[in-house]
């Protein structure tokens, strides 16, 4: 095993994730305040499960989302 490719690969792959995350959430919370279903000043609860099927991995991340 290249450990300095297993990283690099990692990294591209959490880079990939945490920016359409980030877009994916932010229409989420524009459409939902459009809509009128959240004023724009809530704390929401997040979570996000990272696995892996062939390594038997599934990791749970929470946490807090804060609109104001």
Same mark, same amino acid.
């Given at each position: 095993?290249?450990?300095?490719? #297993?990283?690099?690969?990692?990294? *591209?792959?959490?880079?990939?994730? !945490?920016?359409?995350?980030? #877009?994916?959430?932010e229409k989420a919370? *524009? /459409?939902?305040?459009?809509?009128?279903?959240? /004023?724009?000043?809530?704390?929401?609860?997040?979570?996000?499960? #990272?696995?892996?099927?062939?390594?038997?991995?599934?990791v749970k991340f929470? !946490?807090?989302? /804060? #609109?104001?």
């Open positions: 095993m290249n450990d300095e490719v #297993l990283n690099m690969s990692i990294r *591209r792959f959490l880079k990939t994730v !945490g920016v359409n995350s980030q #877009l994916a959430i919370v *524009r /459409k939902a305040i459009e809509d009128g279903k959240l /004023k724009g000043s809530e704390t929401l609860p997040v979570a996000m499960t #990272l696995s892996v099927g062939a390594l038997a991995l599934e929470d !946490g807090d989302l /804060k #609109l104001d």
